[in-house]
């Protein structure tokens, strides 16, 4: 078998196919032109032999194995099944078209690498040196003098210092981004008083009436000084167009799209279907097994696509492929759920897992009275050193919003998946409620 060149250079076969998951992702905003194979070799290198290595192993093989039942499914399509399916893509496409809606005007911010700009503003030499925010567990982002080495967000900490020895790697202040981010979504309130935000550094925006009335201002209110800082805005006709737009002109700029349907298909014809929002690694990888990269591949391949996939993936598929997308942005009374989590080094500690379990839950509680939010179903996941990952769930008899009514529950979940593997410890690197 020919070595994949693209990925890990002279490595074995089944360590090239590993690499397809782990390796370097120069997409990314900052890390284009790097030397990929150089990259690839230090990440395999350092992760063969780790519980990382053989969990992302373990998913690869699992991956591989639907791709090839896939493919025996294409294998048996006939001519007519084709011809069919066509009618049925062909019905619903025009039904779709006749819904497409270009009157709203929505964005979508993306403040770039948001966790190491707070620190690098609170520690101005950090702007001169790579460095990470995370650990050597886990890393949560990078700036950009650290992409430059290939280290990124979601990369363990011990596989970036092999990439940048010099790599200073900042530990995880919650509480600091959460007041920056305050102070930023009381300027999106500004615009969209109902805005949408999907994270602390990331939100949607409708800002349709905003401009309507911004028509009526005197000049001098219409001009703001622009302040330091990176971040992205994407502004297009729907939300998935939005998202991806404002990963067109990283780290500091925009791009708009035109509220017009030429516009909309020029823009989607060449979009790498792995840019688009809800497309991820397994699905990517399953679409380039067909012989799909670009949205425009998608559209030609759609018949086929509606035979091998569920209807909600096809229906998803030929949304994309429209350049169609939500123009109702979801306001946060319409939620059904509220999480916090957190991912460390090892912990084995049965007295250090209860302990942040209630930080979780009174972080948790916080964010649910900020809010004026209260929640039935008390959800606890929990990641292991092997990284499995598992969920257990517990519902109350009414809803509730305080840590001590949420930690009452967790408590008694974590307790079970202690007692569970007694006397062996339970050993953790995520924890989320």
């Avoid at 030499?125 to 886990?138: F, H, I, T």
């Avoid at 990439?163 to 900042?170: A, G, M």
């Amino acid at each position: 078998m020919e070595p994949n060149a693209s990925n890990a250079g002279s490595v074995s076969a089944d360590q090239s196919v590993l690499l397809s998951r782990m390796a370097l992702n120069d997409n990314k905003a900052g890390m284009e032109g790097l030397d990929r194979d150089k990259i690839n070799k230090i990440i395999l290198e350092t992760s063969k032999g780790s519980r990382f290595y053989e969990n992302e192993l373990k998913k690869e093989q699992q991956v591989n194995q639907r791709i090839e039942k896939i493919l025996q499914q294409k294998a048996k399509l006939t001519e007519q099944q084709i011809q069919n399916a066509q009618i049925e893509v062909e019905k619903l496409s025009a039904e779709l078209e006749r819904g497409r809606n270009l009157s709203r005007v929505i964005v979508h911010v993306d403040m770039d690498a948001f966790y190491a700009a707070v620190e690098m503003r609170d520690c101005p030499e950090l702007k001169d040196k790579p460095m990470a925010v995370g650990s050597m567990s886990m890393l949560s982002t990078s700036n950009y003098y650290a992409r430059r080495y290939g280290v990124r967000a979601a990369m363990p900490g011990f596989i970036a210092k092999k990439l940048c020895p010099n790599l200073v790697i900042v530990p995880l202040n919650f509480a600091k981004y959460r007041a920056v981010s305050e102070q930023v979504r009381e300027v999106f309130a500004d615009y969209d008083p109902h805005f949408l935000p999907m994270s602390l550094d990331e939100a949607y925006l409708d800002i349709t009436d905003h401009l309507e009335q911004r028509q009526h201002w005197p000049e001098s209110m219409r001009t703001y000084p622009i302040n330091e800082g990176n971040s992205e805005g994407g502004i297009a006709p729907n939300m998935m167009l939005a998202k991806v737009c404002s990963d067109k002109n990283k780290p500091n700029g925009q791009y708009r799209i035109p509220p017009e349907r030429q516009a909309v298909m020029d823009f989607i014809q060449d979009l790498p279907v792995r840019k688009v929002s809800g497309i991820g690694k397994v699905t990517e990888k399953m679409l380039a097994a067909l012989g799909i990269v670009s949205c425009a591949q998608l559209a030609q391949q759609m018949a086929m696509l509606s035979l091998l996939f569920s209807d909600t993936s096809w229906h998803h598929f030929i949304q994309i492929s429209l350049g169609l997308g939500s123009t109702h942005i979801e306001r946060d009374s319409e939620r059904k759920s509220m999480s916090t989590e957190r991912t460390f080094a090892e912990m084995s500690d049965a007295e250090e897992q209860y302990s942040l379990c209630r930080d979780l839950c009174q972080d948790l509680a916080k964010d649910l009275q900020k809010e004026g939010l209260k929640g039935k179903t008390v959800t606890l996941k929990l990641k292991n050193v092997k990284f499995e990952v598992k969920t257990k769930a517990f519902t109350l008899q009414c809803a509730v919003c305080t840590e001590e009514e949420i930690f009452t529950a967790a408590k008694d979940l974590l307790k079970a998946e202690i007692d569970n593997v007694s006397p062996q410890p339970l050993r953790l690197r995520l924890m989320g409620i």
